[in-house]
């Protein structure tokens, strides 16, 4: 039975085993069951909670939409309204930089249109002074240009026949001009040549050295110049103990009074004058005042002669002025008894116009209450109506 028992134990081992594990595999299931159950009960709350939370995203999101909507809708007003403003204002500045460029373009132009006339000026004076120096590098025709101003100084400052140019003198010298002086004086000598290559050489010189060298020679020249103005043109009775020696640059006489002092103090000395284009012209006018001083001098008893008709004149007007005044005087008096005339008439018009009427039980005899004399009347022809007449005077 022990044996029995024991195989049935062992026989009914496996099986209970076996129901063991189905029961305990069933209450697993089961577990695992409820399990998943309660997962997907979780999952679904999870779930709605998930599509609760995506609903109130999706809210959320709209009104962020709408918030985003409205925004960009501004912005993109504000933006716009900006960039237009910007565009006007871009357009503003453009147009007024176009026409400054415009204005400033004109300006160059014109600005340029001078420089060119400028330039052409210039070209013109750069030909002018390459004649000039051409002119002056010649001595011949150096002394026909200083000979020129100085002809022309004096034919603008003198009357016709008050100056000669190259007179002969009676020593066979021919100066450059001779003015005819007042009272019968002798002529005043006008020389027109310089030495202008030493001065030249002066203005040239590069060191020291060669200015001093060129300095010393024309000193000598000037020197030699003036010495033959005074033995050629100075003659006794016959010219001016005095003559000029014509500077044709204003610039070259200040540097000479300047550095060269002693060549004019020797050429006061020697009776001559070195004069400027300027210094002459102040010459000829004091000649011209003088010689116009003279001429009325000589005419002063033509001039006499027309005060005098002039005087006569005058007289004769004086009296004429007089007659008239006299006719006008007789015709104011005349208007005056007129306007006397005039004003008594006005004044016995206006008596009349306020004439008065004597009735029946009046004062009598015409006379005027209050007055002492009877009053003038006159009667009409019907009898029944008397104007009373009143003299103020």
Known sequence: MVLACFALALI????????WGVWRSGRARLRHQEEA??????????????LKAQAEMQGRLAIMADVFGSRQAELNQSISQRLDGMTHRLGTTITEQTKSTHDNLRSLQERLA????????????????????????????????GQSRMETIVADGLPMGAFTFQATLSNGMRPDCTIRMPNNS????????????????IRDGETAEQKRI????????????????????????????????????????????????GVV??????????VSPSLLMLSIQVIQAVLKDQRMREQAHLIQGE????????????????????????AQKDVDQILTSSDKLARRGAKIEAMEFEVPGGIPD??????????????????????????ED
Not at 12 to 19: I, Q, R, S
Not at 186 to 197: C, M
Request: glycine fraction near 6%.
């Open 12 to 19: 009914a081992t496996p099986f209970v085993l076996l129901g």
């Open 37 to 50: 159950l309660r997962r997907e009960q979780a999952a679904e709350a999870r779930l709605g909670e998930l």
């Open 114 to 145: 001078v420089i060119d006339a400028a330039q052409n000026n210039i070209q013109s004076l750069a030909k002018d002074v390459v004649g000039l120096q051409a002119i002056l590098s010649n001595k011949q025709t150096r002394g026909a240009f």
């Open 186 to 201: 002798p002529p005043l000598v006008i020389d027109a040549k310089f030495p202008l290559e030493a001065w030249n050489a």
């Open 214 to 261: 060129a300095s010393q020679q024309f000193r000598r020249d000037l020197e030699v110049h003036i010495r033959d103005i005074s033995e050629k043109y100075l003659i006794a009775g016959e010219t001016q103990d005095m003559a000029f020696l014509f500077v044709p640059s204003e610039s070259i006489f200040a540097e000479i009074h300047e550095n060269f002092e």
């Open 265 to 274: 103090q020797k050429a006061h000395k020697q009776r001559v004058v070195i």
């Open 307 to 330: 005060v005098i008709r002039l005087m006569e004149d005058l007289n004769r007007l004086d009296d004429r002025t007089r007659k008239l005044q006299g006719h006008f005087l007789a």
């Open 366 to 391: 015409g006379r005027v209450e209050g007055e002492d004399t009877p009053a003038k009347t006159v009667e009409s022809r019907t009898g029944l109506l008397k104007l009373r007449v009143v003299d």
